[in-house]
């Protein structure tokens, strides 16, 4: 099998799951009682390959611009937040539920499922009942449906010794509410002049009723935000700054195919009534199609009015440049969910290769072509043989990198083409092997893994010029 018959573009959620569990990226969370749905734990690869994203993604929204500054809010908040957000009274989706197992469905996700709509997410519970009875829609276990209700997506809980109605709590249904809170706090502490914005990588919940396709889907999962501060007569314009930004950042920065990134905009049935308008950046997930990864809001003052009118505190700015002006910024939002991107990732770089072994015999390679700033390791140290000091030099160089902070693996089980392998599956950009003439001259052989070929002077390098080579000759791609 050739790249060119691999069928990535139809590459299935199955096979990007098992491999993900195999090589640990993402394990199922509780997994030895059978799991727990919809929620999921990061292995030792995964969680490498994460911070490499949030490392990305700040030095694109927010190190590298002098307008934007990151905080890091709290789970839980004051009730009173998610009155005023619109959380606790339109926080919700439609359910339908089987009426002999009691087993509960999205409303939208059945209705689309089925052919009877396109996009059912903004109906109401009285057009989903018409849509089941003119289409005699059953549930998938092939009974019949209830009428449609609406479900509350917020986490509800209690804070406090005594469970009554005194010590509800909710754990946050969406993370910005922290950057709308604390506006004013970042404004008297940073003494930032508008436009600027507020980022912020925070957790967020959400009580779904179905679950499903992996982690497209989470009942905890986290979000990328950055909310824009400007003047209402800004906003058009730093909108559509937003709107190139963040195409530039998948394609340009994270290596997204543009065929595979596409910009939507939301209909004025599907957006929220307070935003003028609403594009999601959307992926083509594999079989899957294009699936939402982030969402660009233009929400107008609607969430600063919001918390000044429920918290009856003044979260205006003072604008001295236009004559001591005082207003509630206009907001322009980019909301990104990190598992989305996290899997969206994992599409793009996995790939099936034929090649042929160590005795011409072909084979299968699994390869992640992770670019090397998104690769969980840089390089694997890999001794020919664990004998005649092989191995002790092997983890000399490799805890000498180590220490550089450079991200290395170390492997010495098996044959040095099953180690190739590994760490190609793992999406190494680059292995060094430590072999005899490497005791004698100090030089080592290092391998690209998109190539397979060695590189460097007569296929060797130097030891003492690794770290410079990683550095200024990272491979490219």
Known sequence: MSEKEFDKENLDLNTIVNYCKRKGFVYPSSDIYGGYAATYDFGPLGVLLKNNIFQIWRKWNVTSRPDVVEIEGAIFMHPKVWEASGHIGGFADLMVE???????????????????????????????????????????????????????????????????????????????????????????????????????????????????????????????????????????????????????????????????????????????????????????????????IEGLHHRGSYDLDQHAKFSGKDLSYLDVERGNLRYNPYIVECSAGFTRIFLAILFENYFEEEVDDANGNKETRIVLKFPYNLAPFKLAILPLMKKDGMKEKAESIYADLLAAGI???????????????????????????????????????????????????????????????????????
């Open 407 to 477: 991200s290395v693996d170390y492997d010495e089980a098996g044959s040095i083409g099953k180690r190739y392998r590994r760490q190609d599956e793992s999406g190494t950009p680059w292995c060094l092997t430590v072999d005899h003439q490497a005791l004698e001259d100090d030089t080592v052989t290092l391998r690209h893994r998109d190539t397979m070929e060695q590189v460097g002077d007569q296929g060797r390098v130097s030891v003492k010029n690794i770290k410079d080579y990683l550095n200024d000759k990272a491979f490219e791609g």
């Open 98 to 292: 089987d009426s002999i197992t009691h087993k509960r469905f999205r409303a939208d996700h059945l209705l689309e499922e089925t052919g009877a709509v396109k996009d059912g997410s903004a109906l109401t519970p009285e057009q989903v009942d018409d849509i089941v009875a003119a289409n005699n829609i059953v549930s998938p276990d092939g009974n019949p449906l209830s009428k449609a209700k609406r479900f509350n997506l917020l986490v509800k809980t209690h804070l406090g010794p005594i469970e009554d109605e005194s010590t509800v709590a909710y754990l946050k249904g969406e993370a910005c509410q922290n950057i709308y809170l604390n506006f004013k706090n970042v404004l008297e502490t940073t003494r930032k002049k508008l436009p600027f914005g507020i980022a912020q990588i925070g957790k967020a919940f959400r009580n779904e009723i179905t679950v499903k396709q992996f982690i497209l889907r989470m009942r905890e999962f986290e979000q990328m935000d950055v909310q824009y501060f400007c003047h209402p007569s800004e906003a058009d314009q730093q909108y559509e700054n937003w709107k190139q930004n963040r195409q530039s950042f998948y394609t340009d920065v994270l290596k997204l195919s543009p065929e595979n990134i596409r910009m939507r905009q939301h209909g004025e049935d599907e957006r929220a009534f307070y935003a003028s308008d609403a594009w999601d950046v959307e992926y083509k997930f594999g079989e899957l199609g294009f699936k939402e």
